[in-house]
T-cell receptor, first 114, second 114 residues
Framework: KNEVEQSPQNLTAQEGEFITINCSYS?????LHWLQQHPGGGIVSLFM???GKKKHGRLIATINIQEKHSSLHITASHPRDSAVYIC????????????????FGKGTHLIIQP | KAGVTQTPRYLIKTRGQQVTLSCSPI?????VSWYQQTPGQGLQFLFE???????NKGNFPGRFSGRQFSNSRSEMNVSTLELGDSALYLC?????????????FGEGSRLTVL
């Protein structure tokens, strides 16, 4: 089982719909990142969360540390939101050792149809 | 301010050769991390450098190595290339590292091994 699991793998929706992408992780983390990747490869960081909720424009990210779960929401979705969304866990630092690098989910391929 | 610059953007090598990729981070960022992206494995962490020291290393063979210079620019090297090394190699810079801050990704170097 992967340490970071995303669902759904693929999602097609109509313009204007409310979108939710889920991310569950099985390791202790110090931070969780949500990333967006458009065709061609470029990756943009959307959020870095360690607790609670963050909002940027039509994007909202939440994290529940106790349940080891994070969600990315897109309100009033638009075709330009079509991309791959990737969550990545930054593992917690434990005494006696350095932090591990990021562990990535497999990504959610989102298509918003006009 | 200038973003993260990766060079070269595209390159083709043959099996057995070696390759060096370069990453210039955003000015003032001391952390540079490297990632490999393939269709089969998705994104995987290679290593992270902070102030010229390797802080973390992913689960890759010793053929993959890196270094960071005093100006925070980083290079990664892959020796004795294999077909499976064909991938998009991404670097990301941040102020303090993936545990503490937003990541800024370069456009990537797409390596094809023939």
């Amino acid at each position: 089982k992967n340490e970071v699991e995303q669902s759904p793998q693929n999602l097609t929706a109509q313009e204007g719909e409310f979108i939710t992408i889920n991310c569950s992780y099985s390791v202790g983390i110090s931070a969780l990142h949500w990333l967006q990747q458009h065709p061609g490869g470029g990756i943009v960081s959307l959020f870095m969360l360690s607790s609670g909720k963050k909002k940027h424009g039509r994007l909202i990210a939440t994290i529940n540390i106790q349940e080891k779960h994070s969600s990315l929401h897109i309100t009033a979705s638009h075709p330009r939101d079509s991309a791959v969304y990737i969550c990545a866990a930054s593992k917690a630092m434990y005494s006696g050792g350095g932090a591990d690098g990021l562990t990535f989910g497999k990504g959610t391929h989102l298509i918003i149809q006009p | 301010k200038a973003g993260v610059t990766q060079t070269p953007r595209y390159l083709i090598k043959t099996r057995g050769q070696q390759v060096t990729l370069s990453c210039s981070p955003i000015s003032g960022h001391r952390s540079v991390s490297w990632y490999q992206q393939t269709p089969g494995q998705g994104l995987q962490f290679l290593f992270e450098y902070f102030s010229e020291t390797q802080r973390n290393k992913g689960n890759f063979p010793g053929r993959f190595s890196g270094r960071q210079f005093s100006n925070s620019r980083s290079e990664m090297n892959v020796s004795t290339l294999e077909l499976g090394d064909s991938a998009l190699y991404l670097c990301a810079s941040s102020l303090g590292g993936p545990n503490t801050g937003e990541l800024f990704f370069g456009e990537g170097s797409r390596l094809t091994v023939l």
